[in-house]
C-alpha cells in the first residue's frame, strides 16, 4: 500500500509531486514562472518531438474521453486506471527528457504543468487529498 512503484496511491502522488517539483525548480533557478508561461501560451507553444512528449500529450489528450465513460456508466475505477496509466507516462516522460535547462525548457514546463493539473483533477474526483511535495 505504501510501495513508490506499482499501482499505490503513494506512487500517484509521488508522480505529482515530482511535476510540481520540476515546476518550483523551474520558477526558482530560472525564474521561469509556469503560471505566466499557461498565459501567453500564443508565444510559448508546446513542442511534442521526443516520443515521451508525445505520449504524455495524447494521455493527457484521453482525460475527457474518461471523464465521459465515467458519466455514463458511474465507475469510479476508470478514474484510478486513468491516473495510473497518466502516472506511468509521466515517469517515463521525465525519465527520458531532460525538462531543467534543456532547449525545451518551457514547452516542457507546460507539459508538466498540464500533468499536474489533470492528476489534481483526478484526485479530487476520487478524494484523494493530493501533496505538493514529498
Sequence with gaps: MLDTRGNTA????????????????GAVDFDLDVESLMRDIVVNKIVLNHPAERNLALQLQMFSDMLEEVLVDLYPYRI?????????????????CKVLGSPEMI????????????????????GIRYVMRI
Excluded: P, W
Aim: proline residues 0%; positive net charge; aromatic residues 12%.
Design 80 to 96: 484510478c486506471d486513468y491516473i495510473y496509466s497518466l502516472s506511468n507516462v509521466i515517469s517515463d516522460f521525465v525519465t527520458q
Design 107 to 126: 514547452s516542457r514546463l507546460l507539459l508538466c504543468k498540464a500533468g499536474a493539473i489533470v492528476m489534481r483533477q483526478c484526485f479530487d474526483l476520487l
Design 10 to 25: 503513494i506512487y500517484l502522488l509521488y508522480a505529482h509531486a515530482r511535476l510540481e517539483s520540476i515546476c518550483n525548480k
